[in-house]
């Protein structure tokens, strides 16, 4: 229990301690000083600092270097009073007699985490970055196995910018701890989010690299490797180090499937299929099979369809890859979701709307079938009685998916399935609204294409009431959607003629080009689609123009150089576009990046 005597001190001293900050706080050093005195003499470990902060600003060297020398006779193992004497020196002119001072510091530094970290931070306060290493390295001596100090090291290099060093340090911190990955992970995540461009991914690939050779068993290389190429999205090297762990660690698929499945969900199904083949060359006993055998059908149809670059050939081909799956593995709860592409390739691309929509009944009223996978193929059916011109049934199909879904994903693309087809009937007013519901009711992203049919509607459905021009596009939409590809094009050349310099004239261009790729007709999409991004440079089907001409040079033109110039255009002219992270993959690749 305090005494009055002490319990008056004690009070004294607050009341020093509370005049000499707020004089701190609005410049007046000269008087804050002498209740840092007063508090001083009072409390010395906890006013020292804001006293020597005190004199320096004051420039009253003698009485910081006083300070100091008292402070240091009391407490002679703090290391870190030395760099505030060096400090002092340096101030006055001194810089020998400060640079033998940290020399000093250093020298006197004993085998303590705690103090070799805390005279490391002090250099580093000082911006004395040479003598936070000098002081780690030696830390690094002192300790010997029981301490590395590498975190410390590898945040120093990264401060003073010696990214290489600081790629070392964590690769040589695995190389002792194993266990420390997730944390070399975190923290390099951080790094790279903040990165403007590849250096530091190129600098940790190729140090990795480099000691995956001469890691012998350790995977952690191969893991962190791995790692950093799913953070740059370079699937197919990553694919490459899953294959080379799933053998060493005889993981059985697992990480390969996974990765399959990552690929897919970010539009690659070329490295999602050869994921999914890895798994099935296992044989059906691996625990993988089925399910890599029905995810490779899925990522085939979707690299074969999504591009709308294919041939007859191909959609022949993969109707058969359908049939071998349902011949070996039946038609079944678990192959229905095959049963529901398998619909949409015959209806939508081999026009056998017929057998499309029997597959489509067979799996709604399959028993066991996972209610959501009935909703996605009532919406299958849907799209595909439009097709037949039945678009009354068609929106009851979507209603009812609305009606059990409506707070769900599958509810919101009910909804606008349900306003697109209003679009393609003429109720623009109607399928706006709708579209407006949708975006209010939810806070999650809608769909793109819902917000881009949005902004189609209400950026040209006219303020004088004049609707022909949207309606005339939107037949052609209708007509695209139904494979009516002859016309569609006819539509969109009459509304070029009936109304030029139209709002709708970038869209008008793009979805010809969309359907003369469809064709076959490369010249005359890739003329189209140079001036939709030429003509429209700021518009927001500039850079999907852009991309899908790359992709038709890289793919169907047999132009590799003109591809890789326009992919390069991508990456300076539109860094935040969604076709970015594979523009720079396909550029890499065209510029035989290894």
Known sequence: MLTLSSQATFAQGQTNLELANQYMSTGEYDKAIVYYEKQYNFDPYGTYRSYLDCCLLLKDYERAEKIIRKHQKKNPAIATLWVDLGNVLALQGQEQEAQATYDKAIKNIFPDIGQINALGKAFMDMRLMGMAEKTYLEGRKLMGESYSFGFELAELYAQMNEIGKMVEEYLQLLDTYENYLPSVQAILQNKLSYETDSKLADIIRTSLLRRVQKAGQKTVYNELLYWLLLQEKDFTSALT?????????????????????????????????????????????????????????????????????????????????????????????????????????????????????????????????????????????????????????????????????????????????????????????????????????????????????????????????????????????????????????????????????????????????????????????????????????????????????????????NDKEGAKAIYEMILNKYPGSLFTVEARKRFRKLRGDG
């Not at 890859?321 to 678990?334: S, V």
């Not at 869209?507 to 689609?529: M, P, R």
Request: aromatic share 10%; with cysteine; charged share 25%.
């Open 241 to 557: 180090q899953a294959i080379a762990l799933d053998r060493r660690n005889d993981e059985n698929g697992g990480r390969i499937i996974s990765l399959g499945k990552l690929c897919y969900s970010n539009g690659d199904y070329e490295t999602a299929e050869e994921c999914f083949a890895y798994i099935i060359g296992k044989g059906p006993s691996t625990p993988y099979y089925i399910n890599a055998r029905l995810e490779l059908i899925e990522a085939r149809d979707n690299r074969i369809t999504s591009s709308g670059i294919y041939d007859t050939t191909s959609l022949v081909k993969l109707q058969g890859d359908y049939e071998a799956a349902f011949a070996e593995l039946g038609k079944t709860p678990i192959t229905a979701p095959l049963m529901a592409g398998y619909a949409k390739l015959l209806a939508f691309h081999l026009n056998d709307i017929e057998k499309a929509v029997e597959v489509l009944d067979e799996t709604i009223n399959m028993p066991r079938v996972q209610p959501s996978l009935v909703a996605e193929c009532k919406l299958e059916l849907g799209d595909i009685l439009i097709l037949r011109g039945n678009v009354w049934d068609a929106s009851l199909y979507y209603s009812q998916v609305d009606k059990d879904y409506k707070n769900d994903a599958i509810g919101r693309e009910a909804k606008y399935r349900n306003a697109r087809l209003s679009y393609y009937m003429g109720e623009f007013e109607w399928a706006a609204a709708q579209l407006n519901v949708l975006k209010a009711a939810t806070s999650q992203l809608i769909s793109n294409d819902a917000m881009q049919l949005g902004l189609l509607i209400m950026d040209n459905l006219g303020t004088d009431s004049i609707t022909e021009p949207l309606q005339m596009y939107s037949r052609a939409d209708l007509y695209d959607f139904c494979n009516r590809r002859k016309e569609a094009l006819a539509t969109l050349d009459s509304l070029l003629i009936s109304w030029p310099g139209h709002s709708l004239t970038d869209e008008i261009w793009f979805k010809q080009a969309v359907i003369y790729s469809k064709n076959g007709n490369y010249t005359k999409a890739a003329e189209l689609y140079s001036q939709v991004f030429q003509s429209y440079p700021d518009d927001i089907l500039a850079d999907d123009a852009m991309f899908r001409l790359a992709e038709m040079k890289e793919l169907r033109m």
